[in-house]
């Protein structure tokens, strides 16, 4: 990436959206001055005000142009006015389909200075990350109603994996996790239910074997997905990385997410790594209605999803400094990652970082 422009566009999106983004977008520019990166922004207005204003979501040939860019930073998704899950279908879910973002990578590692509600438990215990599997499983949308709106209704939901599914997801997790290199000791697991989802899952199971065969040097670990909350909760120093399925994986990460200190501080990418892949980071916290406008909610998630775009796009050295200079605002700085009890506004936390690593 170095010698070229990184060209991203932009989507803030819904409620506190555009007010953490404008952080990251701050940080961007700062480590980006002092790393000579050269970068662009294109802002889009996708969202709730702009569906409520216009009825569409992504207009015809948006997912084109998005996928023309190195990377897609979205701030959230989510308006009062518009009714539960239209805005995460039509646009967050649609992009992940669309640009084919097959691996959902959530990091839960919790920050000096933060709080868990684990008691007993520090950094050192909490530092791992879930890979979670982004197009399939009961996220494809297959199902259909029979007798709908009578006392004999019946619905399906149908999960889907395919082998070339399990096998893209499965590899990239045995790829990451080599190159994460724990010192530790490298341990990749998987979760899932094979002792009740006989098919799916067994479909996953014997992939994994397949694939496990190419990393030897890692160790290749199964959880059943009750038992892998139960040890989050009582031993997470145990986790190095965990590979999942996408429904397993959207509950376990907000698991993770509270863990690690809350929605405040929990980033993601929606990755397609393959060449000419465009890939998607967002905050974990959504849009937070009633703070909007406020100046109270905490952008280190946000400034977290950039650390990771960075990581992702070949400027590994400058998402390792954003992520430093985060620790050290968490570590020394910051009384809480509550909207409102920080102890600083929205924007004093992202200049807090800029100076952290000036
Ligand atoms: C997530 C979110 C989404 C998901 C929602 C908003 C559709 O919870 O990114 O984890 O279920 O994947
Ligand atoms: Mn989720």
Redo the contacts with the bound molecule.
């Keep these: 990436m170095s010698d070229q422009k990184l060209n991203i566009a932009v989507i803030g999106g819904d409620g506190t959206g555009p007010e953490v983004t404008d952080e990251a977008l701050k940080v961007l520019a700062a480590i980006a001055a002092k790393e000579g990166i050269e970068f662009q922004t294109t802002p889009y207005d996708f969202g709730g005000e702009r569906y409520l204003k216009t009825g569409d979501i992504l207009p015809d040939g948006a997912v084109d142009e998005l996928q023309s860019y190195d990377a897609i930073y979205l701030g959230a ?1 989510g308006h009062p006015d518009v009714a539960p899950g239209v805005l ?2 039509g646009l ?2 649609e992009l992940r389909f669309q640009l084919d973002q097959y691996i ?1 990578l959530r990091p839960v590692k919790l920050y000096p200075g933060v709080e868990t509600p684990l008691a007993g438990k520090g950094p050192e215990d909490i530092d791992f990350v879930v890979v979670r599997e982004n197009t399939e499983d009961l ?1 494809a949308g297959i199902g259909g109603f029979l007798k709908k709106h009578t006392a004999d209704e019946v619905a399906t939901q149908t999960a889907i994996y395919s082998r070339k599914g399990c096998e893209r997801c499965l590899r990239w997790a045995f790829e990451y996790t080599r190159k994460r290199n724990n010192p530790k000791g490298k341990r990749l697991t998987l979760v899932a239910k094979t002792n009740v989802l006989t098919y799916g899952h067994d479909l996953w199971w014997r992939t994994y074997q397949d694939v496990a065969r190419d990393y030897p040097d890692v160790e290749a670990d199964y959880n059943h997905v009750d038992a892998c909350c139960m040890w989050m909760v009582k031993n997470p120093e145990y986790y190095d990385v965990i590979v999942t399925t996408n429904m397993f994986g ?1 509950i376990i ?2 698991l993770g997410a509270m863990i690690q200190g809350g929605m405040g501080v929990a980033a ?1 990418g929606n990755l397609n790594p393959d060449e000419g892949g465009c890939s998607m980071f967002e905050p ?1 916290g959504g849009s937070a209605p009633k703070y909007t406008g406020q100046g109270v909610i905490n952008p280190i998630a946000a400034i977290g999803a950039m650390a990771m775009l960075l990581e992702q796009t070949g400027c590994e050295q400058a998402g390792a400094q954003v992520l430093d200079a985060i620790q050290v605002v968490t570590g020394e700085k910051m009384k809480s990652q509550s909207a409102g009890k920080m102890g600083y506004s929205t924007s004093e936390v992202g200049d807090l970082v800029i100076e952290a690593f000036s």
């Design positions: 998704v995460e279908k967050l879910l959902n996220y959207d990460t907000d993601g974990m």
